[in-house]
């Protein structure tokens, strides 16, 4: 018998839908709980010169109390989610113990004789602002830190205490302006559906521990807060960032049914993960995993994917003070090979520029740095840099499982030059008698239309080939998919750009080498027949959706999918590719898609 809905206030206000960042899938219907945030306000207050002494033992009172706090934090962190949440509370910790931060407040009240928190904020402030100045979703993630670092201490220094969710009593699902990553620990999955936030990154620290706590969640609706209240009707779509405020009783309806068909569908796929990624007719597809830091392997195995197919290296340099070491990365690297053993770790060298900008780099200000120095372009130049990372990437590959893939390759002098340094880098292992693989692999993606264009030419260097799809897109279609004004023409299955992958695919295959996606497209269930009927080899998708995609694999014959992908690559638009898929799986598989 279906339980009665309380949820009456649905009738009563317009029906809001917004799209955002999918953070972690799953579909939720529930009640709004509206943060207000836990918000700690500073006063300026000057002192007499007797209490300055006594304001910085205050001050330093509240950075012991501050410690004990976060380390309470990190044992919760490690106990709900397990030891690769233990660094993102380090780093609060490394924040908290900044000496050049603690030196310059302590200095500060003394020179002004202002009280602690006032000099506090403002210190922190300037930082802050130095990274809220960058568009770049990693700086975006560690400003979230600071303001959680921030208003802690602060809160220590005032005497206050926190009450973020204090007036949480039912199950209900968040929403705020932005969750902290220690709001993000103390989420009890009991009282807590899921969460939805108008900041926020895929990346962002909270979004990553929402996903290890398989808690569903939407960031990145920018105006959210703005249009809902506590007790408001709410859809959260993990899976596709969709939320949907004050709903419609036939669409609520429609969800209700969608979420028994999701939870249903989640059962089985965790049922699915021990079976081979093999079409009913067997034909094996390589499932890997995209990976963006090294404490992430633990999905990978869960998820039961086929190792990484994509390891994005930037973000061991983005959040790094400094250059990192060669001995650094070779650790982080090798940990991950080793972990996913026998499995291949293919490791993209540094892909550095555009929108992901280390400060102690010094990058230079571009007009357009998407199409400016970046990745294999700022590697050859700083030769330095990259053999480092190289000498690192080859010597975790001593067991055989490690691959390079070389990123934003746009002609065939890069892979020469880059095949020399590699040589150089393979001379310099031998000389000094440290063992690697000698025969590693090494791909490149194809991410630009010219590269597309001359795979054939391009594959008789290198051992494989690596479409990302987020990047072609863009390139081929001429649209920032970061502007909102043109995001209309960054469609979801472009003919265009289906028309180059399969011609990808084609070449590659002539010239004897394996064709692999890592791109968003190779998780969008909607292309995933497509792709296979294309004869694509691997597949590497966010670790979430390897279930997913695998059933889909699974309930489907290659020769069936040859025929799909056959009619998609003769329709014109991109609506007439969904609308088809979509009949497809209603029809053929009798399967929704979330």
Partial sequence: MRKRSTMVKSDLKKMVKLRGIAASPGVIVGSVYK???DVVRVEERYLKKDEVAQEIKKFNRALKKTHEELSEIKSQARQKIGKEAEKIFDAHQLLLDDMTIIDETISQIQQQQ????????????????????VDNEYFMGRVADIKDVKRRLIR????????????????????????????????????????ATDRGGKNSHAAIMARAMAIPSVVGLKELTRHCATGDTIIIDGGNGDIILNPTPTI???????????????????????????????????????????????????????????????????SSKQLPGEDDEY??????????????????????????????????????PVLGWRAIRFCLENPHIFKSQLRAIMRASVRGNVKILLPMISCLKEIYQTKIIIDQVKSELQNRKIPFDENIEIGVMIEI????????????EVDFLSIGTNDLIQYMVAADRANAQVAHLYNRLPPSVLRVINNVVDAGHRKGVWVGMCGEMAADPLATPILLGMDMDELSVNPAMI??????????????????????????????VETYMRNVFSTRFKMNIF
């Fill in 35 to 37: 943060l207000t945030g």
């Fill in 114 to 133: 202002k009280n602690a928190d006032f000099i506090y904020f403002e210190v922190m402030q300037q930082y802050q602002k130095s990274l809220e100045n």
């Fill in 156 to 195: 220590n220094i005032q005497g206050g205490k926190t009450g973020t969710f204090s007036g949480l009593t039912r199950k209900a699902i968040i929403v705020a302006h932005d969750l902290s990553p220690s709001d993000t620990v103390l989420l009890e999955k009991q009282k807590v559906q899921a969460f």
């Fill in 252 to 318: 609520l309806n429609k969800y209700l049914k969608l979420r028994e068909e999701y939870d249903e569908s989640t059962k089985q796929l965790s049922k699915n993960r021990e079976l081979p990624c093999r079409t009913l007719d067997g034909k094996d597809v390589e499932l890997s995993a995209n990976l963006d830091f090294p404490d992430e392997f633990q999905s990978v195995i869960n998820y039961g994917a086929h190792g990484v197919g994509l390891f994005r290296t930037e973000y061991i340099y983005m």
């Fill in 331 to 368: 650790q982080e690297y090798l940990k991950v090979a080793n972990n996913l053993y026998p499995h291949s770790v293919i490791i993209r060298t540094l892909d550095i520029g555009g929108d992901k900008n280390p400060r102690y780099l010094r990058m230079p200000e571009e007009n357009n």
């Fill in 449 to 460: 239309p010219s590269a597309a264009i001359m795979a054939d030419v391009l594959a008789e």
């Fill in 547 to 576: 279930p997913e995609v695998k059933k889909i694999i699974r309930s489907i014959s290659y020769r069936d999918a040859q025929k799909i992908a056959e009619k998609a690559l003769t329709m014109k638009t991109s609506e007439q």
